[in-house]
């Protein structure tokens, strides 16, 4: 605690992201990145940007990249507002719509940054309980609201929501600001993207840190009515002038332009995760239903603070969280590659052995 601190400072409980570990012989399935590297065209892109032009700020509107984002999803490029991250984006979400004299509303099992935000912006919440299956129930957010944001799917459970069941939210919810955070979505989830152009209070965010395998450059983007889009670009604009660097803005515009290796690498964790899901049943682990490039797991008796423990003598990292205490025997796993889940069972199967 210092005495130069401001107030807010000292109130502040920052989020803690999963370990990134310093060992390279590690199975990394704790944080949600992509087992597969980007695109072989994002590589090139990167290395023609190493010029001479790295003096020269980069674009402060990134306009490149919006074009190649609205492009991809059929939008205009004034519905499209970027970020170093969706991290960064989600925050000038916060305090750009999310911050008004209702409290804001969002699932008691979510993205466990939300509530950083509001602790940093000063933004009233009240979280929603899942209901007994962990899902969410649109009805649960008929009540006094100033917005709602939850992931779709979920995090961490990767549970998916119906695009009818956002809809009847949009319908039931007009007088704020409905964020789906779709992360995850290019894992067999419906994007919301869709319902734009009919919704002036949806906002739909996206990261290019999963499905395309950039988590290391930082790029996410937001997508909605333009003036949702707006009141984003004045935060960012009292902000920070370039939150997109050059190689950000080149190395992005090449990953939205590849569709191909986008759907294939995608395809891949899919497939992956529907064989460990069924691997880990054989293994008497119950996996709620994934839309996501992870899966949520519990074993029938051996609680997940331990398996996670065991897990990490064998090399293998995983995540657990103890809060709150309905999620505790849950292990989120990130899907690998095929060889990795090969790792991962043969490691249970001694965990449990010996257990
Ligand atoms: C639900 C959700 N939203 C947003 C993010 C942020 O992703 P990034 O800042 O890498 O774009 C994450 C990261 O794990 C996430 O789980």
């Known amino acids: 605690m210092s005495k130069f601190w401001s107030d807010v400072v000292h109130q502040l409980t920052p989020y803690v992201p999963g370990e990134q570990p310093k060992l390279s012989n590690l199975v990394k399935l704790n944080t949600n990145e ?36 609205a492009e991809n999803f059929g939008l205009q490029m004034s519905q499209v507002f ?23 509303l969002f699932p008691d099992i979510s993205y466990s940054f939300y509530p950083v935000y509001c602790g940093l912006y000063g933004i009233k919440y009240e979280t929603i ?18 917005g709602i944001i939850f992931p779709n799917p979920n995090a961490p459970t990767g549970i998916p929501l119906a695009l009818a069941e956002i809809e009847k939210l949009l ?20 994007s919301a993207v869709k319902l734009i152009n009919m919704y002036p209070n949806l906002l739909v965010t996206h990261t290019l840190s999963k499905a395309r395998s950039l988590a290391g450059l930082r790029v996410g ?19 920070n002038s370039y939150p997109i660097d050059r190689f950000a803005e080149a ?47 519990k074993h029938r008796t051996v609680d997940g603070s331990i398996l996670a423990e065991k897990l990490r003598e064998h090399n293998i990292i995983v995540r657990h969280f103890k809060k709150p205490s309905r999620v505790a025997p849950y ?7 095929d ?17």
Do not use: W
């Open 34 to 69: 992509n087992p597969y590297g980007p695109s072989p065209k994002v590589i090139e892109a990167l290395k023609l940007e190493a010029a001479d032009s790295l003096r020269l700020y980069p674009d402060p509107n990134s306009d490149k990249l919006k074009a190649a984002i």
């Open 82 to 104: 970027v970020g170093n991250g969706s991290d960064e984006v989600l925050a000038h979400v916060f305090q750009a719509l999310l911050k008004h004299e209702k409290p804001l």
């Open 129 to 146: 309980a899942l209901d007994k299956q962990f899902k969410i129930d649109i009805h649960d957010y008929a009540r006094p609201n100033g």
């Open 171 to 190: 319908r039931q919810n007009t007088h704020s600001v409905v964020v789906i955070d779709e992360a995850y979505v290019d894992f067999g989830t419906e």
């Open 221 to 239: 983007y937001a997508l909605g009515n333009k003036d949702l889009i707006e009141a984003l670009m004045r935060v960012k604009d009292s902000f």
């Open 251 to 297: 190395g992005a515009v090449a990953a939205m332009q590849d569709s191909d290796y986008f759907e294939q690498t995608c395809a891949k964790v899919i497939a992956t995760r529907q064989a460990l899901v069924n691997d880990l049943k054989t293994l008497n682990f119950d996996s709620m239903p994934s839309g996501a490039n992870f899966i949520f797991t």
């Open 331 to 337: 292990l989120r796993i990130t899907i690998g590659t």
């Open 339 to 355: 060889a990795q889940s090969i790792a991962l069972i043969h490691a249970l199967k001694l965990i449990l052995n010996t257990h």
